[in-house]
């Protein structure tokens, strides 16, 4: 199959490539820099240069495709610290979508699109969330919500939801690593009250295997959980942290909180335990890699200032 991918050369994409090329696939992967493009040609991809803006160009890639694999995000948008920085690169997301879904109108070619399982606390649910949990609208949910729709219109859609910690030795921007730049600039570890809100978690090798068990074999219109853990206590991370860097770890009041987090406080308080039973069961996928506390013993994490 040949497979486009947006996202190629990030973290999740640099692992979803040799997984599809070692199961047989080509892959054509997006670029919107020289130093992508370097990166996917020496892991053996094809490249189409261009950018989530492109919309022309996405539905083209996607048409000459059998398959789309979705992983490019604007986090610098979302993350920019201006109120409305999620909703914008949710609305970049959401275009993206529509174009590389509208290419594939009638075809019944896969279309994989990447989700979040911290959606759906963040919107309000604290309970453990399954495959069959969905919100009506919001921001990148209505984008997960177009997805699924796309079925009736002839695309093999699906939605992965990554477990806000996809953790390996190939993170390095995302939360965790946010994490322990965020306990090294204060000084000190900490948790909000008893710290027994969780997050699930999935090492990247383990959701980049899934990418593919979806691609390949995924009914229309379905939701999966990249979830090898269900959830791994918040004061667990905190403490392992601490712990390797050799600093304090302190519980924290509501009120003290926002001070220690910034811009991440939304995150530090979450609490959004998941379920991938469904995902194992259908998919047959079943993790084998390191837990999110085990690759927080390893120096990877720690290893810049």
Same mark, same amino acid.
């Given at each position: 199959?040949?497979?486009?991918?947006?996202?190629?050369?990030?973290?999740?994409?640099?692992?979803?490539?040799?997984?599809?090329?070692?199961?047989?696939?080509?892959?054509?992967?997006?670029?919107?820099?020289?130093?992508?493009?370097?990166?996917?040609?020496?892991?053996?991809?094809?490249?189409?240069?261009?950018?989530?803006?492109?919309?022309?160009?996405?539905?083209?890639? =996607?048409?000459? %495709?059998?398959?789309?694999?979705?992983? &490019?995000?604007?986090?610098? /948008?979302?993350?920019? @610290?201006? +109120?409305? *920085?999620?909703?914008?690169?949710?609305?970049?997301?959401?275009?993206?979508?529509?174009?590389?879904?509208?290419?594939?109108?009638?075809?019944?070619?896969?279309?994989?699109?990447?989700?979040?399982?911290?959606?759906?606390?963040?919107?309000?649910?604290?309970?453990?969330?399954?495959?069959?949990?969905?919100?009506?609208?919001?921001?990148?949910?209505?984008?997960?919500?177009?997805?699924?729709?796309?079925?009736?219109?002839?695309?093999?859609?699906?939605?992965?939801?990554?477990?806000?910690?996809?953790?390996?030795?190939?993170?390095?921007?995302?939360?965790?690593?946010?994490?322990?730049?965020?306990?090294?600039?204060?000084?000190?570890?900490?948790?909000?009250?008893?710290?027994?809100? =969780?997050?699930? %978690?999935?090492?990247?090798?383990?959701? &980049?295997?899934?990418?593919? /068990?979806?691609?390949? @074999?995924? +009914?229309? *219109?379905?939701?999966?959980?990249?979830?090898?853990?269900?959830?791994?206590?918040?004061?667990?991370?905190?403490?392992?942290?601490?712990?390797?860097?050799?600093?304090?770890?302190?519980?924290?009041?509501?009120?003290?909180?926002?001070?220690?987090?910034?811009?991440?406080?939304?995150?530090?308080?979450?609490?959004?335990?998941?379920?991938?039973?469904?995902?194992?069961?259908?998919?047959?996928?079943?993790?084998?890699?390191?837990?999110?506390?085990?690759?927080?013993?390893?120096?990877?994490?720690?290893?810049?200032?």
């Amino acid at each position: 199959m040949k497979v486009f991918v947006t996202g190629a050369s990030g973290h999740v994409g640099s692992a979803v490539v040799p997984e599809l090329l070692n199961a047989g696939h080509t892959v054509v992967g997006l670029a919107r820099s020289e130093g992508a493009e370097a990166a996917l040609k020496a892991a053996g991809a094809a490249v189409w240069r261009g950018d989530l803006e492109n919309l022309d160009g996405l539905a083209k890639a =996607a048409t000459e %495709a059998d398959g789309v694999i979705h992983l &490019a995000y604007r986090h610098d /948008l979302a993350f920019s @610290g201006r +109120p409305e *920085g999620f909703a914008e690169a949710a609305q970049v997301d959401l275009a993206a979508v529509k174009a590389m879904g509208a290419a594939l109108a009638g075809t019944h070619k896969p279309l994989v699109i990447t989700s979040g399982t911290a959606l759906l606390s963040l919107h309000g649910e604290a309970r453990k969330v399954t495959e069959a949990d969905f919100l009506p609208r919001g921001p990148r949910v209505d984008c997960e919500n177009w997805a699924v729709g796309l079925a009736a219109q002839g695309v093999r859609s699906a939605v992965v939801r990554l477990a806000p910690s996809v953790h390996s030795t190939l993170d390095h921007h995302g939360f965790l690593a946010m994490l322990v730049a965020l306990v090294r600039k204060n000084g000190f570890a900490a948790y909000v009250g008893t710290g027994d809100n =969780a997050w699930n %978690a999935v090492h990247t090798l383990d959701a &980049a295997r899934l990418y593919r /068990l979806v691609l390949e @074999g995924a +009914p229309a *219109g379905t939701r999966w959980h990249a979830v090898a853990e269900e959830e791994v206590p918040f004061r667990s991370i905190a403490e392992a942290i601490g712990t390797t860097l050799g600093l304090p770890i302190r519980s924290l009041t509501p009120e003290e909180a926002p001070g220690y987090f910034g811009g991440f406080l939304n995150f530090g308080q979450m609490h959004c335990p998941a379920s991938g039973a469904q995902t194992r069961a259908s998919l047959g996928w079943t993790p084998t890699h390191n837990t999110l506390l085990e690759d927080l013993a390893l120096p990877h994490y720690f290893s810049k200032a």
